[in-house]
């Protein structure tokens, strides 16, 4: 695989693992060391920004937003069960 071949696989795996992120609960610790919580839905082509739903925040909740991610310190998805 040469470095071209490896980029396009890299770019696919991420893609994919935003991808299969939509939809579910998202954990963020600001660069300013807040922590704020909501639904994961989007990340734009460069992964700079994500927008997320009901952003819960100190200052109350936030229907939807878009965040930079050069404001972001840690963005986490915590585990969830499998329905069966």
């Given at each position: 695989?040469?470095?071209?071949?490896?980029?396009?696989?890299?770019?696919?795996?991420?893609?994919?693992?935003?991808?299969?992120?939509k939809g579910k609960p998202a954990?963020?610790?600001?660069?300013?060391g807040i922590k704020v919580n909501?639904?994961?839905?989007?990340?734009?082509?460069?992964?700079?920004?994500?927008?997320?739903?009901?952003?819960?925040?100190?200052?109350?909740?936030?229907?939807?937003?878009?965040?930079?991610?050069?404001?972001?310190?840690?963005?986490?998805?915590?585990?969830?069960?499998?329905k069966n």
């Amino acid at each position: 695989m040469n470095s071209q071949e490896f980029n396009v696989f890299l770019r696919e795996r991420s893609l994919s693992f935003w991808k299969s992120q939509k939809g579910k609960p998202a954990n963020l610790m600001m660069y300013t060391g807040i922590k704020v919580n909501g639904k994961f839905e989007e990340v734009d082509g460069k992964q700079t920004q994500f927008q997320l739903s009901n952003l819960s925040t100190q200052l109350g909740v936030y229907n939807e937003t878009i965040i930079r991610g050069s404001d972001i310190l840690l963005m986490e998805f915590p585990a969830q069960k499998e329905k069966n």
